[in-house]
């Protein structure tokens, strides 16, 4: 299907993906466990390690589908560049690997590193390779000091080649301290180039700077896309830049941390630029609500710096930057900005907590009364590439945009990666009535957020009001009709079901088994409550007769088993 996202990769021109690295050969694998193992063979027994190198041995375009399920890379030994332990290494061995892992849409593809050893790993070996992500969760690394520089990219290093990253999810991962670069979650080389979609960065930490991501002189591209609850001690609590070229694309940057430690040591709890020729381009995006504790000298500390560079912003329009303490740069059409360093008031995006609010990343929603809420771009729309060109139709949760969502009959987008409005989103609007996540009828809230009254449904094994009973079936004679009425039944002589006016029911309408045809007993001799016995007078004359000298047989045989015993 031809999508945005395969709009925007033509429209960035990223011939990297597709020209640099022509395929040599093209191969699938199906990771069919979640153990690691190595014995070098990706066959029906296959893990994710396993795939990776047999990958990495074919070249070309390779794809590895990963299941639904917890990965955990739990071979250790950090240091080397093979996979065979501890990271996944993604090399091409001078054929040129490409390498897509597609995660499961229904459920969660998690790749574990055990905080033992980063996630992944693109190390400079003979020439660039690629790796691509899609709706894959990594998390749990931890970089590892194996000499100068290298305790950098705390779930992913990139040192050459390309990342890409749609729909996933980078977290809880962590960096040690370093030398002019970082990444708690992401870190970055020279040369390389990251694109960022649908996805979000969260709760990584590093001792060093840059919490979120830490990038070194290469282009990064982020639409639609959040980071937030990044830590680091140095500067860039989200995302630490040096020397590079960073293009933000309705994202939103909030609740990060820089100089975590108090140690006055970084700045810029959003966004960091450190090197003096970087340059970022933000459009359509949030940075807000981010904090640095001890902001310069000030008694008592500062908060809510977001932003603090060197290098170059430039702003497309159309963002929202909280607080502007330390991060210069010229407004342009749209912005609003925080202007506390101009004696004037922080602005609060009114931003959710980082959650579930659907689809397949966490996102912060905007609440009701945010300044983010259809102050995006109102002529172009929000757009994802450098002509500003390709629409955005969608949010981080592939939900639509745009959305009136302030109900002003103004229908423009949202500032950052989540759009607000729109029935099916599952939050609870003023125009709606009820908002259940979905668009589907007959579920108590309909495909147009509005409460339904359900009527009853005879059949379906849910007795609502209107209905005296309901059996899970519509058959009439089983005590509950096809109307879902209670029947009055009479007695069926047979059925095996004693009912009034029956002496007995065996299950059947055969006379001489003790029960006869109508249900009546056909025993000669009925045993009475004192411990006595009687004839049965219901019986007639010979039938009498017939059973006593049936009995007499019976006594006579019983006596001589007796005797010869």
């Not at 290494?89 to 054929?95: F, K």
């Not at 574990?112 to 790796?131: E, M, Q, Y």
């Not at 609870?428 to 449904?457: K, L, M, R, Y």
Request: with cysteine.
């Amino acid at each position: 299907m031809f999508t945005l996202r395969t709009t925007f990769f033509a429209s960035l021109g990223l011939g990297f993906l597709l020209l640099c690295n022509q395929p040599v050969h093209a191969a699938t694998f199906l990771v069919t466990k979640t153990a690691d193992t190595a014995d070098g063979t990706c066959d029906a027994d296959c893990s994710l390690r396993e795939a990776v190198i047999a990958a990495n041995a074919t070249g070309g375009v390779n794809d590895i589908t990963l299941p639904a399920g917890t990965y955990v890379l739990d071979l250790l030994g950090a240091c080397e560049n093979s996979a065979a332990s501890g990271d996944l290494d993604i090399v091409n061995g001078g054929l040129g690997t490409d390498i897509t892992i597609n995660g499961s849409t229904t459920g969660v593809s998690t790749v574990d590193g055990n905080g033992t050893d980063r996630v992944f790993h693109l190390p400079p070996i003979t020439s660039a390779s690629s790796l691509t992500l899609n709706n894959v969760t990594v998390t749990n690394g931890e970089a590892q000091d194996c000499g100068t520089g290298t305790d950098v990219g705390g779930g992913i290093r990139v040192q050459m080649g390309s990342l890409v990253l749609d729909q996933s999810i980078v977290t809880m991962n962590n960096a040690a301290a370093f030398s002019g670069g970082g990444g708690g979650g992401i870190s970055e080389s020279s040369g390389s180039s990251i694109i960022i979609d649908s996805s979000t960065i969260s709760e990584n930490t590093t001792d060093g700077a840059g919490g979120g991501l830490g990038l070194s002189s290469a282009t990064v591209t982020m639409i639609n896309s959040t980071v937030s609850g990044n830590t680091a001690n140095g500067s860039g609590g989200g995302l630490l830049t040096f020397d590079n070229d960073l293009r933000l694309r309705n994202v939103t940057i909030s609740d990060n941390t820089a100089d975590a430690d108090g140690n006055n040591s970084g700045d810029g709890g959003g966004l960091a630029i450190v090197g003096t020729s970087g340059t970022a381009t933000i459009r359509n995006t949030i940075i807000a609500a981010n904090f640095d504790p001890s902001m310069g000298a000030a008694v008592p500390p500062t908060i809510n710096p977001d932003c603090s560079n060197f290098g170059i912003i430039t702003s497309e329009g159309y963002n929202l930057l909280g607080d502007n303490r330390g991060c210069m740069f010229t407004a342009a059409t749209g912005d609003q900005i925080g202007d506390v360093a101009g004696g004037g008031n922080a602005i609060n995006p009114l931003l959710a907590g980082l959650a579930d609010n659907g689809g397949f990343t966490p996102t912060h929603a905007l609440q009701t009364g945010s300044p983010a809420i259809d102050r995006g771009n109102n002529v172009e729309g929000c757009t994802s590439d450098d002509a500003q060109a390709t629409v955005l139709t969608d949010d981080q949760r592939d939900r639509l945009r745009p959305f009136d969502g302030d109900n002003d009959g103004d229908t423009r987008c949202d500032v950052g990666a989540f759009e607000l409005g729109g029935c099916g989103d599952g939050i609870v609007e003023d125009n709606e009535e009820c908002d259940d996540g979905n668009t589907t009828d007959d579920d108590g809230c309909s495909a147009t957020c509005t409460n339904e009254v359900t009527t009853p449904i005879c059949g379906d094994g849910i007795l609502q009001a209107g209905e005296e009973c309901d059996d899970d079936n519509t058959t009439n004679g089983d005590g509950c009709s096809a109307t879902c009425t209670n029947e009055v039944t009479t007695p069926v002589c047979g059925d095996g079901i004693l009912q009034a006016g029956e002496a007995c029911d065996d299950g059947n309408t055969t006379n001489g088994d003790g029960c006869d045809s109508t249900c009546n007993f056909e025993n000669i001799i009925l045993l009475l409550g004192d411990g006595g016995c009687q004839l049965n007078p219901a019986q007639s004359t010979a039938e009498t007769h017939a059973g006593l000298w049936l009995m007499a047989a019976a006594l006579f045989l019983a006596l001589r088993r007796t005797r010869a015993i």
